[in-house]
């Protein structure tokens, strides 16, 4: 069955017969007595994985790893084991071994989910770094909110963590401590078009794109134009169509991509990068295109739901859950969002993980003014790209590693030290199993979610085992990190791609 399903993976030719005659055998080792862990356990920090066939965004080869004190120390063939005991040993036969995965867009600590239970979640799902968007609560500035959530890092995190510094409304105070919390290692801020402080103080909100380009920051706007979509949605409640049937009418395309237009001219005015986040629809790419094949520094994320689901949900039984804006769009745009993934247009995919229960999305007294937007997605999201990705034949397992490791890496200031698997670099690592079928089912997930938009789905390919800076925090189902042993992560620069 194994060698069925690499039949048509895509393995480079060099290692294609030697990665099939181990994987038979990883299913005897991994699959056999799941829970058991046989990696050896040792005191010295000292890790050795043997065997595995390491993939990065540029290349796949047969080599084992040796990782000690949280880093990369020896990448080669025939690494030998410490003398015994001093090395914990992991046999990696017939299993990827890929960067962690780096996931800039989440919304943790949720109203249902804290850092150490998204930390769980996106460990068991390969993910070794989360990107928190940290936005100031009433009373509170963006300096006081990154405190906040530094704090609970400490607490709770298992996993990385790199603070996106956002803004709701403009407040005056806030380019100063911006410009020192870009200098304290946060390059990044979060603006958000489709509120209508974005209009209201267009001026400051030009001059902030300006300023974090200066600062070798990088601004994440949400795309959507508040007059169109503020029309739209009045319209149709004063028709009576108020509930979440409604919502993809109450959201065109047409608001993203005026808004899409819209920051592009920013970013080529300023000359400052921007990041598009969770870009939906196959108009709204083709202006990103546009503009990236003129040199302008626009970048974009998109996330799984733009993948794996269309607007037909809002006509069906529960469309209150799925509800998230942009909303979700046809078969046509889902097919340009693959494409985008695919050819490089789009450079990043983030989950934008904000769990809610079944009961606080589907609630039917919700209108459109009031529906709450949001999915739990990041334990799935990489096994779904990889299923319907990899082994679905669009796109390379190079491509997978650059839009979920690399690529993040780079944009938010940590590469090399992180989404690359290079001697120096963090021990941070996940071990797939390439060929396991798993059918997803929320209550084996380790979010909080009561629900899973993926309910359900069959898919191949799931990771076995994740490491972060050289220990194992994750081995097929259980959780084996500390909450408060991830770290906070002070970046450089934004590098342009
Ligand atoms: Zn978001």
Request: proline share 6%.
């Amino acid at each position: 069955m194994p060698n069925e399903i690499l039949r048509q993976y895509p393995l480079e030719p060099l290692v294609r017969r030697e990665f099939l005659k181990r994987a038979s055998l990883a299913t005897l080792l991994w699959g056999a007595s799941p829970g058991a862990s046989f990696a050896q356990t040792a005191a010295t920090g000292s890790l050795l994985i043997q065997g595995g066939l390491i993939v990065t965004s540029e290349r796949q080869f047969l080599a084992d790893i040796r990782a000690r004190a949280g880093k990369i120390e020896q990448i080669d063939s025939n690494l030998t084991p410490l003398s015994s005991g001093e090395e914990q040993v992991v046999d990696a036969r017939g299993m990827l071994v890929l960067p962690g995965g780096i996931d800039p867009h989440t919304h943790l600590p949720g109203s249902i989910e804290d850092l150490a239970s998204g930390s769980e979640t996106a460990l068991a799902g390969g993910i070794t770094t989360i990107g928190v968007m940290t936005f100031p609560r009433t009373g509170e500035n963006v300096t006081e909110a990154v405190s906040r959530v530094s704090s609970l890092i400490a607490q709770q995190a298992m996993a990385d963590i790199l603070i996106q510094p956002g803004l709701r409304e403009f407040a005056d105070d806030a380019p100063r401590q911006l410009a020192d919390l870009y200098a304290a290692g946060h390059t990044s801020v979060k603006i958000q078009m489709q509120r209508p402080s974005f209009d209201q103080r267009g001026m400051d909100f030009l001059n902030l794109i300006r300023s974090a380009g200066e600062a070798g920051a990088i601004t994440l706007i949400h795309c959507e134009d508040h007059p169109i979509v503020t029309d739209t949605t009045d319209a149709l409640m004063a028709a009576g169509r108020t509930s979440a049937r409604y919502w993809g009418e109450s959201r065109p395309v047409l608001a993203e991509l005026v808004s899409v237009q819209r920051a592009i001219a920013l970013s080529e005015h300023t000359e400052a990068p921007i990041y598009v986040v969770h870009l939906s629809s196959k108009r709204a790419l083709e202006a990103c295109r546009e503009a990236r094949t003129r040199g302008i520094p626009v970048y974009v994320e998109t996330r799984p739901t733009y993948l794996h689901m269309t607007e037909d949900l809002y006509a069906g039984a529960d469309p209150g859950l799925y509800i998230a804006s942009p909303p979700l769009r046809t078969a046509r745009d889902v097919e340009a969002i693959w494409r985008g993934l695919t050819d490089g247009d789009i450079d990043v995919l983030g989950s934008d993980h904000s769990a809610l229960n079944r009961a606080q999305k589907a609630n039917p007294e919700l209108t459109l003014k009031t529906l709450r937007p949001g999915f739990s997605n990041l334990e799935v999201m990489l096994p779904m790209l990889h299923s319907e990705g990899v082994v679905g034949g669009r796109i390379s397992l190079e491509r997978f590693v650059a839009v979920t490791s690399t690529l993040p890496a780079r944009l938010f200031g940590l590469f090399p030290t992180k989404g690359t698997i290079a001697v120096g670099s963090d021990a941070d690592l996940a071990l797939w199993n390439p060929t396991q079928r798993r059918r997803i089912r929320a209550a084996d997930l380790h979010s909080r979610c009561d629900w899973s938009p993926y309910e359900g789905r069959e898919v191949t390919g799931w990771p076995q085992m994740t490491i972060r800076r050289g220990e194992i925090v994750y081995d097929r189902g259980q959780i084996t990190a500390q909450a408060g042993s991830g770290r906070l992560l002070r970046r450089g620069p934004t590098q342009a791609l």
